[in-house]
Every structure is written in structure tokens, then in C-alpha cells.
């Protein structure tokens, strides 16, 4: 019988939810590292008893943690994040050149086919590996260095990024997301990237179809179709189907199509979801109500999935990393909100259940489906 | 024996109480008594100081003997009293919060 384990990062600790594959009754472990920030935590897809957890702190700085037993029992790898040679500058706030400096993990994604070794996006935006199971970090820098980062400015969120995607099909093929500056693409491992942000119109940034400077929030890949990518951006939902050569607005009749989440049915890869936010200015989901959007025709066209989500006085937001699919069929949908609450749905979306309502804020739900 | 007294995330990260004990050789400095600790505590490493520049982390402060030691050289002698145990240092993480 197959069960699901949900690995949640809050920003006081995290928190593993497991049930079996009815996902009817739920068991919730932790808080495990109470009192830090869990930016993520996620399972190899190759064992999925290894997890590597991503631990921030304003005041004690970056810690890595690993797991062997499926987040029964952890221990602390390396958490050296040293940028290769001098880091050139990026753009800050006001324009004026500033010093690539390590903050953060704000991602973590292990390899297809190897559970010693773990790609991490961090803040100020770049690209690291590591081989011996967290133990050491290396900089991948064709990213960092790319000849347009040192135009890259922060969000508000920071120069982070925050999304990791390797081509199931071609692992050399690997997609990143970097807030502020858009979406790239490597088809050598990390070596060398592109931008691809072709079709990508943003009106808050001076040339609204700049090569770079697109504040993408998240994308999202169906691994049976992986040259279909769907992106929520700041505003806009979008879809590609040629990896990212050009991408086209599917935002339909969203009622809103700022957001931050995005992601595909496990079975379905035509079907999308996103949960819509009022606003950049009002991280908050709109009216007061709850809403997952899901498309079944690969965007353009939506329905609100509300049934078991709160429809009044509902003020939270949803982050960019706090959605994530089960791979039973059918479909699993997770998504966790600032306000603390866990929501699962067992039937692809079509009703929804609270697992947990009252964790600190959520800031990244990661479902590992387990034989 | 010298006394260190960690903040609560720290001592989650290293599986301690709020008090460790550390044997240091020679004549304990800020620098030789974090460097101890680092080696007790592996798990601390850049959590209380930059791991390469071995700079204090801004956010926290080093007390003893109702002083503020954060911004004296780590070269300098500790205090007598917290080398001989009598007084601990304390690794305090700055207020914040509401």
C-alpha cells in the first residue's frame, strides 16, 4: 500500500505530514529545528528517505541539514556557500553596483538519479551542487556570471532563486527562475545558460520585453511533457512548449493572475493549478476567499475549486514554493498559506480538507509519494 | 573550565542545554574560546561568526562580566572571571520581534 509524506518548511520550524494513501487521516511530526526558518525541505527522488532541509536565520546565518530516515532524525551537513573567484556586482535598490553576497537557500533540488548529489538556488541568485549528500557545496557560476547579472536588481523578496528543474528526459537540460531577473536554461548541467524570456511582457520593468528583469515567480514542469512548462509571474500565468524558446499568456479568465504558486497534475499534464492573489501590492488572496484555480486544457480556461476552502474573512497568502502534487492516483494537491494552514485535496482538486490549521506561516509544502 | 551560555536556536542546532563547557588551551582569547566551540560543536560552524572570515555574525552580541565584548578585539585576554568558570560568556542573539 502506498502512503504520502508532506514535508513542510514554516518559518519556525518543519513539519512532516503523513498519512497513507486514502489521505484521510493525517500524522504530524515536528516541529522539527524549532525556531528556524525552513525555507525548504525535499526528498531524492532516487531514496526517498533522504531529505536535505534548508535552515535560515537572520542571526545565526545558513544551516543544511540532511535525513536518512525520512525526517525521523537529522544531521548537519555543510553549510560553506563560497561564490567562485570575486563576486562581481549586481543591481541594488537604487541602481548602484553591489557585491554578489550569499544569504540563503532558498531551493533545494536533488538529482534524478543520484541521492548523494543536490542542486541549491540561493540568494543573491546562483547555482550550487553538491556531490557527497550536502556534506560540501560547489558554485556552478555560468549562471551567476552571466553577462546580463550584473544588471540583475532584487524584488522585495530579494535576489533569490528559487526554482530548480531538471529535464527527466535530458538531465543536462536544467531550467532556474531567479526573482527580478527571469527564467534561464542550461543544456550542459549548469555550465553555461540563456535567458528565456521571450514572449514575457512586464509593464513594471522599463522595456516591458527586456531580455532579462522578468520577476518570475515559480514554474512548473509535467515530467512526461517536459518541453510544456507553465510559469506564474508576478502577473501572468504562462505556458511554453518548445523549453522556453517563447512563451504565451494563459491567464483566461483568472479573476486575478498575480500569484505565486504554480503547478501540473501527477497523471494529467494539461492539468494546471495556480492560486491566484489579489495584487503586488496586497499579498492576499482576493474577496476573502480561498480559491485554487485548476485548468484541465493547459491554461486560458478556469474553474475556482472551492469546496472545504474558506469562502469568507480569508486574508493569507500562498508561496511560491508552498504547492506541490502526490503521485497516487488520483492526484494529490498541497498548498500551505501564511496563515499556518496545511490543505490537501485527494481528488485532483475537486474538494479540499485542512491537514493542519495552526502552524507558523508556510514556506514550502513538498509531497513525496512512498511505496 | 570556561562557561558559554547559547542562545535557544543554537542550542537546538548543537543539542545542548543553554550552558556548555569548553576547556581552553593557553590564554583564552574570544577567538580561542569560539574556535573551541567550533570544534565541540561542529554544527555551530558560521552560525555565531562568518565561517571564513571568522567576523561576528551582526546579529549577535558577546557578553561578560556586565560587559559588552562584541566589538573588542578577539586577540584580547577573556576576562579572569570567565576563565576561571567563576562568570560565563554569553552569546546573545540580538532583540528584535514584536
Same mark, same amino acid.
Given at each position: 500500500m502506498s502512503s504520502v509524506r508532506v514535508l513542510v518548511g514554516t518559518r519556525k520550524g518543519a513539519f512532516v505530514l503523513s498519512s497513507d494513501e486514502s489521505r484521510r487521516e493525517w500524522k504530524v511530526d515536528g516541529p522539527?529545528?524549532?525556531?528556524w526558518e525552513i525555507y525548504h525541505v525535499k526528498g531524492s527522488p532516487?531514496?526517498?528517505?533522504r531529505l536535505y532541509a534548508s535552515q535560515s536565520s537572520s542571526w545565526f546565518g545558513q544551516v543544511m541539514h540532511r535525513s536518512e530516515d525520512g525526517g525521523k532524525t537529522w544531521e548537519t551537513v555543510g553549510n560553506q556557500f563560497q561564490y567562485e573567484g570575486t563576486p562581481g556586482p549586481h543591481k541594488w535598490y537604487d541602481g548602484s553596483p553591489h557585491p554578489y553576497e550569499f544569504k540563503r537557500v532558498w531551493h533545494l533540488e536533488p538529482s534524478l538519479d543520484d541521492a548523494d548529489t543536490v542542486y541549491a538556488g540561493v540568494e543573491d541568485a546562483s547555482l550550487f551542487i553538491s556531490k557527497d549528500a550536502g556534506a560540501s557545496w560547489s558554485e556552478l557560476p555560468g549562471l551567476r556570471t552571466h553577462k546580463t547579472s550584473t544588471d540583475w536588481a532584487p524584488g522585495a523578496g530579494g535576489l533569490c532563486l528559487h526554482t530548480i528543474i531538471i529535464d527527466p528526459s535530458n538531465h543536462d537540460r536544467i531550467y532556474a527562475a531567479i526573482s527580478s531577473a527571469g527564467a534561464f536554461r542550461s543544456d550542459d548541467a549548469g555550465q553555461t545558460w540563456r535567458p528565456i524570456n521571450r514572449g514575457l511582457r512586464s509593464e513594471?520593468?522599463?522595456?516591458?520585453?527586456?531580455e532579462t528583469g522578468h520577476c518570475v515567480h515559480r514554474i512548473a514542469m509535467h515530467p512526461s511533457q517536459p518541453n510544456v512548462l507553465y510559469m506564474q509571474k508576478h502577473w501572468d500565468v504562462l505556458r511554453t512548449d518548445d523549453a522556453g524558446e517563447s512563451w504565451h499568456e494563459i491567464s483566461g479568465n483568472l479573476p486575478t493572475d498575480f500569484g505565486f504558486v504554480i503547478d501540473v497534475h501527477a497523471q494529467d499534464p494539461k492539468t494546471v493549478y495556480v492560486l491566484p492573489i489579489t495584487s503586488d501590492q496586497y499579498h492576499v488572496v482576493p474577496d476573502g476567499k480561498l480559491r485554487v484555480y485548476r485548468s484541465k486544457?493547459?491554461?486560458d480556461e478556469w474553474e475556482a475549486l472551492t469546496k472545504g476552502l474558506p469562502q469568507k474573512d480569508c486574508y493569507v497568502n500562498v508561496l511560491r514554493d508552498a504547492m506541490s502534487v502526490d503521485g497516487l492516483d488520483p492526484c494529490g494537491v498541497y498548498f500551505g498559506t501564511t496563515g499556518g494552514q496545511v490543505y490537501g485535496s485527494a481528488n485532483s482538486g475537486d474538494s479540499w480538507e485542512p491537514i493542519v490549521r495552526d502552524l507558523p506561516a508556510v514556506l514550502s509544502v513538498e509531497a513525496q509519494t512512498l511505496p | 573550565m570556561i562557561h558559554v551560555s547559547l542562545p535557544g536556536n543554537l542550542q537546538t542546532l548543537a543539542g545542548t542545554g543553554r550552558m556548555v563547557e569548553l576547556e581552553v588551551s593557553g590564554a583564552p582569547t574570544q577567538r580561542s574560546l569560539l574556535d573551541a566551540l567550533e570544534v565541540k560543536y561542529p554544527a555551530l560552524l558560521g552560525t555565531?561568526?562568518?565561517?571564513?572570515? +571568522? +567576523?561576528?555574525?551582526?546579529l549577535l552580541r558577546f557578553y561578560a562580566c556586565e560587559e559588552?565584548?562584541?566589538?573588542?578585539?578577539?586577540d584580547d585576554p577573556l576576562p579572569a572571571p570567565v576563565v576561571t568558570g567563576t562568570e560565563p560568556y554569553i552569546i546573545l542573539g540580538a532583540i528584535a520581534g514584536g
Amino acid at each position: 500500500m502506498s502512503s504520502v509524506r508532506v514535508l513542510v518548511g514554516t518559518r519556525k520550524g518543519a513539519f512532516v505530514l503523513s498519512s497513507d494513501e486514502s489521505r484521510r487521516e493525517w500524522k504530524v511530526d515536528g516541529p522539527h529545528f524549532a525556531g528556524w526558518e525552513i525555507y525548504h525541505v525535499k526528498g531524492s527522488p532516487v531514496d526517498p528517505d533522504r531529505l536535505y532541509a534548508s535552515q535560515s536565520s537572520s542571526w545565526f546565518g545558513q544551516v543544511m541539514h540532511r535525513s536518512e530516515d525520512g525526517g525521523k532524525t537529522w544531521e548537519t551537513v555543510g553549510n560553506q556557500f563560497q561564490y567562485e573567484g570575486t563576486p562581481g556586482p549586481h543591481k541594488w535598490y537604487d541602481g548602484s553596483p553591489h557585491p554578489y553576497e550569499f544569504k540563503r537557500v532558498w531551493h533545494l533540488e536533488p538529482s534524478l538519479d543520484d541521492a548523494d548529489t543536490v542542486y541549491a538556488g540561493v540568494e543573491d541568485a546562483s547555482l550550487f551542487i553538491s556531490k557527497d549528500a550536502g556534506a560540501s557545496w560547489s558554485e556552478l557560476p555560468g549562471l551567476r556570471t552571466h553577462k546580463t547579472s550584473t544588471d540583475w536588481a532584487p524584488g522585495a523578496g530579494g535576489l533569490c532563486l528559487h526554482t530548480i528543474i531538471i529535464d527527466p528526459s535530458n538531465h543536462d537540460r536544467i531550467y532556474a527562475a531567479i526573482s527580478s531577473a527571469g527564467a534561464f536554461r542550461s543544456d550542459d548541467a549548469g555550465q553555461t545558460w540563456r535567458p528565456i524570456n521571450r514572449g514575457l511582457r512586464s509593464e513594471y520593468i522599463p522595456d516591458p520585453d527586456a531580455e532579462t528583469g522578468h520577476c518570475v515567480h515559480r514554474i512548473a514542469m509535467h515530467p512526461s511533457q517536459p518541453n510544456v512548462l507553465y510559469m506564474q509571474k508576478h502577473w501572468d500565468v504562462l505556458r511554453t512548449d518548445d523549453a522556453g524558446e517563447s512563451w504565451h499568456e494563459i491567464s483566461g479568465n483568472l479573476p486575478t493572475d498575480f500569484g505565486f504558486v504554480i503547478d501540473v497534475h501527477a497523471q494529467d499534464p494539461k492539468t494546471v493549478y495556480v492560486l491566484p492573489i489579489t495584487s503586488d501590492q496586497y499579498h492576499v488572496v482576493p474577496d476573502g476567499k480561498l480559491r485554487v484555480y485548476r485548468s484541465k486544457s493547459g491554461g486560458d480556461e478556469w474553474e475556482a475549486l472551492t469546496k472545504g476552502l474558506p469562502q469568507k474573512d480569508c486574508y493569507v497568502n500562498v508561496l511560491r514554493d508552498a504547492m506541490s502534487v502526490d503521485g497516487l492516483d488520483p492526484c494529490g494537491v498541497y498548498f500551505g498559506t501564511t496563515g499556518g494552514q496545511v490543505y490537501g485535496s485527494a481528488n485532483s482538486g475537486d474538494s479540499w480538507e485542512p491537514i493542519v490549521r495552526d502552524l507558523p506561516a508556510v514556506l514550502s509544502v513538498e509531497a513525496q509519494t512512498l511505496p | 573550565m570556561i562557561h558559554v551560555s547559547l542562545p535557544g536556536n543554537l542550542q537546538t542546532l548543537a543539542g545542548t542545554g543553554r550552558m556548555v563547557e569548553l576547556e581552553v588551551s593557553g590564554a583564552p582569547t574570544q577567538r580561542s574560546l569560539l574556535d573551541a566551540l567550533e570544534v565541540k560543536y561542529p554544527a555551530l560552524l558560521g552560525t555565531i561568526r562568518d565561517a571564513t572570515t +571568522k +567576523k561576528r555574525r551582526p546579529l549577535l552580541r558577546f557578553y561578560a562580566c556586565e560587559e559588552d565584548l562584541s566589538d573588542v578585539s578577539p586577540d584580547d585576554p577573556l576576562p579572569a572571571p570567565v576563565v576561571t568558570g567563576t562568570e560565563p560568556y554569553i552569546i546573545l542573539g540580538a532583540i528584535a520581534g514584536g
